[in-house]
């Protein structure tokens, strides 16, 4: 059964680093997001990118926050000087269809702890 | 108000009850609700998908709709151990590349 892929599963990195999450999405879909979920707390949308450009971002989604697909198969997101409230996990979702009109299909997750 | 509000839980109940989980939200436009499920440090996985108001069955899992309540329910029936886990409860509108909405999750135990 086709599956969304994350790496790493597991980051820890030193307060302003940049890390680099990656999700190879399911090959036929067209729209990609990402969510984060802190400990204990709801899953949150980041930002959701088609046909090459970002579609919609949240206010969490700032200058510190990039996205990139660099190929025909991954789909990176860059945190560029992590903070301590960056600590997460980082779910890549995607779908054949946008908004509620199709299932969205998510990966493991990686957890970022950033000390 | 918060956009979509959930029972955090936990809810405990015992093996072969009726389980009810239940959402409200506040944006009259959500037109798509979904149920998904979350194991311990996975990722959220679909169950249950419906559109508009109305109900949907599949297997021992059913979703509710109340728009005019603004109020959607999941169901299960005949709970199982393997039934543990949290629901979250999500929605979004019919516009083109609009974000989906997640509750904030159940934490559901089913006690053997």
């Known amino acids: 059964e086709p599956e969304v892929t994350q790496t790493p599963s597991h980051q820890v990195t030193q307060m302003g680093q940049e890390v680099i999450l990656r999700c190879v999405p399911i090959?036929?879909?067209?729209?990609f997001y990402w969510y984060r979920q802190i400990l204990g707390q709801k899953v949150e949308f980041l930002v959701s990118f088609y046909n090459n450009e970002i579609s919609e971002k949240s206010e969490i989604f700032d200058d510190q926050f990039s996205v990139e697909r660099p190929d025909g198969s991954n789909f990176t997101l860059k945190i560029r000087s992590t903070k301590l409230e960056d600590s997460a996990m980082y779910f890549c979702?995607?779908?054949?269809?946008?908004?509620?009109?199709?299932?969205?299909?998510f990966g493991e997750g990686s957890r970022l702890t950033v000390l | 108000q918060k956009e979509v509000e959930q029972d955090p839980g936990p809810l405990s109940v015992p093996e072969g009850a009726i389980v009810s989980l239940n959402c409200t939200y506040s944006?009259?436009?959500?037109?798509?609700f979904m149920w998904y499920r979350q194991y311990s440090r996975k990722g959220p996985e679909l169950l249950m998908y419906?559109?508009?108001?109305g109900n949907k069955e599949d297997g021992r899992f059913t979703a509710q709709v109340d728009k005019s309540s603004k109020y959607i329910s999941l169901f299960i029936r005949d709970s199982q151990p393997s039934d543990s886990a949290t629901y979250l409860c999500?929605?979004?509108?019919?516009?083109?590349?609009?974000?989906?909405?997640f509750g904030k999750g159940t934490r559901l135990h089913i006690l053997p």
């Open positions: 979702a995607s779908t054949e269809s946008s908004g509620g009109a199709g299932e969205l299909f």
């Open positions: 090959s036929n879909h067209l729209y």
């Open positions: 999500a929605m979004s509108t019919m516009n083109r590349d609009d974000k989906i909405i």
């Open positions: 419906t559109y508009s108001s």
């Open positions: 944006n009259s436009a959500f037109q798509y």
